[in-house]
């Protein structure tokens, strides 16, 4: 069974660092692109970033690019997030997402994990 | 960036009732579109990929159709487990945009 599992949320202030972790089970990690997506209180759904199964192709969002960085460790079978100077606007649930293919340039998630919560806040 | 736009926002109905969702692009996106279900503080789940094909295990009262820039999600007899918010999303081109939702309420 495909199994999800974020940590790495928390409170942080504006301007501070963050990495977030996504722990993959039940499946052969490394076969497949990764993403991570973001939802801020009461509101939508946003496509953060997402990896391909080997690492060499990544995409951002232009909201978070040149400040966050995803990473996979497909040894350790988990997906990163590196968030650096962080805004009140990245308050979210951070959520991974498994993908269908190995590539990237597919839909987000046929599975994702339960989600994890940043707070931007001074 | 492309523009993701559904209708309604809001939708009331009842159990047994046939739905429908749209979901407009602001370009052209060929087939390229996911549809997903959320309930409150849960994940999002994928019930439909490349517009019109069902995800394994999702039932068949759900379907989806369209291409181009215009999009419908259609659930034919809704089931009291289908009240949630449902979104398209777009993944012909960086970044892959998500509509801004459907809450789909009992009336």
């Known amino acids: 069974e495909v199994h999800l599992l974020e940590s790495g949320g928390g409170v942080v202030q504006p301007g501070g660092s963050l990495r977030l972790s996504c722990s993959a089970s039940?499946?052969?990690?490394?076969?497949?692109?990764m993403t991570w997506v973001r939802q801020a209180p009461g509101k939508g759904l946003e496509w953060v970033s997402d990896?391909?199964?080997?690492?060499?192709?990544?995409h951002y969002a232009d909201s978070v690019k040149g400040r966050f960085t995803i990473s996979r460790d497909n040894s350790k079978n988990t997906l990163y997030l590196q968030m650096n100077s962080l805004r009140d606007e990245d308050t979210a649930v951070y959520y991974c997402?498994?993908?269908?293919?190995?590539?990237?340039?597919?839909?987000?998630?046929?599975?994702w994990g339960q989600g994890t919560l940043v707070t931007v806040s001074s | 960036d492309i523009q993701m736009t559904q209708s309604p926002s809001t939708l009331s109905a009842s159990v047994g009732d046939r739905v429908t969702v749209t979901c407009r692009a602001s370009?052209?996106?060929?087939?390229?579109l996911a549809w997903y279900q959320q309930k409150p503080g849960k994940a999002p789940n994928l019930l439909i990929y490349?517009?019109?094909s069902l995800e394994s295990g999702v039932p068949s009262r759900f379907s989806g159709s369209g291409s181009g820039t215009e999009f419908t999600l259609t659930i034919s007899s809704l089931q009291p487990d289908d009240f949630a918010t449902y979104y398209c999303q777009q993944y012909n081109t960086y970044p892959h945009t998500f509509g801004q939702g459907t809450k789909l309420e009992i009336k």
């Open positions: 990896i391909s199964g080997g690492g060499g192709d990544t």
């Open positions: 490349k517009a019109s």
């Open positions: 039940g499946f052969t990690f490394s076969t497949y692109a």
């Open positions: 370009q052209s996106i060929s087939s390229w």
């Open positions: 997402a498994k993908g269908p293919y190995t590539s990237t340039g597919a839909y987000t998630g046929d599975y």
